[in-house]
DNA sequence: CTGAAAGCGCTTACAG
DNA sequence: CTGAAAGCGCTTACAG
């Protein structure tokens, strides 16, 4: 004879059938709304869910139809604002569809990207939204992820095309973007301007120096390579790195950089070198995260609205749920150009006249 | 005859069992590690498994044996850094113990959180870590979720005791950080300070004040009434509530600020009347979000860390899990003076000479 | 060491 | 309109 603690039990559908004397059908079907119960057995069905208090177990009736109601977010890491804005917006439509939103981290490690998509494939969700990491090989992820599950792959495109048919894509348009922060700098009379962080071997970093070497292209200046600086995304890495933008004379005027991360960190670097950003040199950034409208100076930069982003992932991912079979489709999202006074001095600003 | 699609259909244990003719049970124990199969038997169904492209469907061995692995987090909203941050430390807490979080967003809406839970509830978390939506009651929250299903509040007290018996709470030293704050402003010469920002019926709000007015006692100094200004805890809300703080003479030199976004405001708000933050004003905030340290001035203001407080609320609700039964338990995190030049103009800066 | 059987909480034809 | 029965994918005593 076991003991069990008030309250510990799970109240089931038995329980409240017993309650009421009908069977665990009709409970059921009481629950799904069906129009086959009789009204007043369906108000003692009613009253007697509510007095036991009864918790709806979606997994066992998922289990039985053969259906999920949950579609995972791997993402590189909620500490980044960018993402965190994404999945707001993600978890905010998902939830509005009756999703629920199952929660995965990378940290930008492809090993650690295979184990959370492992677990989370395990917990059988409709659908996965996947921002890969770094690296990601798309062959690698297929094998993991199988034909089953639908992956709607965010921002960055993976290393291999995939034999069974790509994915879908939800990318950034990341060559526009850089033309507008470059045709905005060109407007503001600057002829030398960087391209100034992210890696090479990045296909967002290799669209955005596209994007940056038409505008230049249209207005008749070739890209030289030493205004081509790399470094890693992040603000630390940029303030580092900025002394590599002046060792050759005439130095750029002004710079496009990678992402706002980057523009932060070079801002940063032209201080303790005793220059000032929006006054003798002009930095324009990218994906407006929110550090950008507060900074000093603050930033002009390319809005991408990470959160419309996120609520227009979670809506292709559940068009395709709707639609298994229709073919992959590649969606590009529009940014804009987000003008703040003054990290974009003009270049008669910067005491160049060359 | 109805034709499915190659790879839509799942591969269960009993497809692998068929595959190398054994029993679902001898799979079963195979995949949970068991000493009982034969090493040979043991490899032949490894082999099947990884030829078959197997997927342990975690859901219905849950069902099974009556447990749960998934934690769900509520929170106000992952666009607020704070919680972000605090949602990634949770995340990566949880993941490392095998858990998978579930992810709700009540946006500070009461109802929309009642929503959000009974829907997370349905998915049969063993937990919820719970940031309450500001005025959540107690009892109304101990009905929605019973008894069953452990909850760990963060942050914010809930309105009600419950006569159930509390639950688990981790809550921030606002108290000692106010002090800590206040104490700060006093140390640079400052008497006349205000506490800017926050309700009045919020817990935090109030619990910050009381360790301001206690380190302003403990200067012999009584806070008067006009120096208490209350305003929404967004930046809009206080750069509109600026002017409250002049409207007596001798004004405030310096504000102990609700939080860093009310920090933000007012230091946006005293650039527009023409005053400098950090010149002839001090401003102090509270919670170190990332754009505390690139504002103009930057922000010395009171650090949190709210991704290690989210480890520990992922912690406090496993050690719950394995103790169900052990009493509520309160605990504190303590906080820290974050000091950055130089919102925090001595008064000697203010040309104040009351 | 392996297999047959019962059961987790639900749903859904099917019969009445 | 309601109920008995089978089954979703797994686990676990139990028997052999």
Same mark, same amino acid.
């Given at each position: 004879?076991?003991?069990?603690?008030?309250?510990?039990?799970?109240?089931?559908?038995?329980?409240?059938?017993?309650?009421?004397?009908?069977?665990?059908?009709?409970?059921?079907?009481?629950?799904?709304?069906?129009?086959?119960?009789?009204?007043?057995?369906?108000?003692?069905?009613?009253?007697?869910?509510?007095?036991?208090?009864?918790? %709806?177990?979606?997994?066992?009736?998922?289990?039985?139809?053969?259906?999920?109601?949950?579609?995972?977010?791997?993402?590189?890491?909620?500490?980044?604002?960018?993402?965190?804005?994404?999945?707001?917006?993600?978890?905010?439509?998902?939830?509005?569809?009756?999703?629920?939103?199952?929660?995965?981290?990378?940290?930008?490690?492809?090993?650690?990207?295979?184990?959370?998509?492992?677990?989370?494939?395990?917990?059988?969700?409709?659908?996965?939204?996947?921002?890969?990491?770094?690296?990601?090989?798309?062959?690698?992820?297929?094998?993991?992820?199988?034909?089953?599950?639908?992956?709607?792959?965010?921002?960055?495109?993976?290393?291999?095309?995939?034999?069974?048919?790509?994915?879908?894509?939800?990318?950034?348009?990341?060559?526009?973007?850089?033309?507008?922060?470059?045709?905005?700098?060109?407007?503001?009379?600057?002829?030398?301007?960087?391209?100034?962080?992210?890696?090479?071997?990045?296909?967002?970093?290799?669209?955005?120096?596209?994007? %940056?070497?038409?505008?230049?292209?249209?207005?008749?200046?070739?890209?030289?390579?030493?205004?081509?600086?790399?470094?890693?995304?992040?603000?630390?890495?940029?303030?580092?790195?900025?002394?590599?933008?002046?060792?050759?004379?005439?130095?750029?005027?002004?710079?496009?950089? %990678?992402?706002?991360?980057?523009?932060?960190?070079?801002?940063?670097?032209?201080?303790?070198?005793?220059?000032?950003?929006?006054?003798?040199?002009?930095?324009?950034?990218?994906?407006?995260?929110?550090?950008?409208?507060?900074?000093?100076?603050?930033?002009?930069?390319?809005?991408?609205?990470?959160?419309?982003?996120?609520?227009?992932?979670?809506?292709?991912?559940?068009?395709?749920?709707?639609?298994?079979?229709?073919?992959?489709?590649?969606?590009?999202?529009?940014?804009?150009?987000?003008?703040?006074?003054?990290?974009?001095?003009?270049?008669?600003?910067?005491?160049?006249?060359?």
């Amino acid at each position: 004879m076991s003991i069990v603690s008030p309250g510990r039990r799970r109240i089931t559908l038995s329980d409240v059938a017993r309650g009421c004397d009908v069977s665990r059908a009709t409970v059921s079907l009481v629950l799904r709304g069906s129009p086959l119960v009789h009204s007043e057995t369906r108000a003692r069905v009613e009253a007697e869910l509510k007095r036991q208090g009864y918790v %709806y177990h979606r997994g066992a009736a998922n289990l039985r139809r053969n259906v999920s109601t949950s579609v995972a977010l791997v993402i590189n890491d909620l500490s980044n604002p960018f993402f965190a804005e994404f999945a707001g917006g993600v978890d905010e439509a998902l939830a509005a569809a009756g999703y629920v939103t199952l929660l995965g981290s990378t940290g930008e490690s492809t090993e650690r990207q295979r184990a959370v998509l492992a677990s989370l494939l395990e917990h059988d969700p409709a659908g996965i939204i996947l921002s890969p990491a770094e690296g990601s090989d798309g062959t690698q992820l297929r094998t993991l992820v199988g034909a089953r599950t639908p992956v709607l792959v965010f921002n960055r495109q993976l290393d291999h095309d995939d034999r069974h048919g790509a994915w879908d894509f939800l990318a950034l348009d990341n060559v526009r973007g850089a033309f507008l922060a470059t045709e905005h700098l060109l407007a503001r009379g600057h002829r030398r301007i960087a391209f100034f962080g992210g890696h090479r071997d990045s296909s967002s970093c290799r669209q955005r120096r596209d994007g %940056y070497r038409a505008a230049l292209a249209a207005a008749g200046i070739e890209a030289e390579p030493q205004w081509l600086v790399e470094c890693a995304p992040t603000r630390l890495e940029a303030a580092r790195q900025v002394g590599a933008l002046f060792v050759r004379d005439p130095a750029p005027t002004a710079a496009v950089c %990678y992402n706002d991360a980057v523009a932060l960190g070079l801002i940063a670097g032209l201080t303790t070198r005793g220059r000032r950003a929006g006054d003798d040199f002009a930095v324009v950034g990218f994906d407006d995260i929110p550090e950008a409208s507060v900074s000093a100076p603050p930033l002009t930069t390319i809005a991408v609205d990470p959160r419309a982003r996120g609520r227009q992932a979670a809506e292709l991912i559940l068009q395709r749920l709707r639609e298994p079979d229709a073919p992959a489709r590649t969606t590009v999202a529009a940014v804009q150009l987000q003008v703040r006074a003054s990290s974009d001095a003009p270049r008669s600003h910067t005491g160049d006249n060359a």
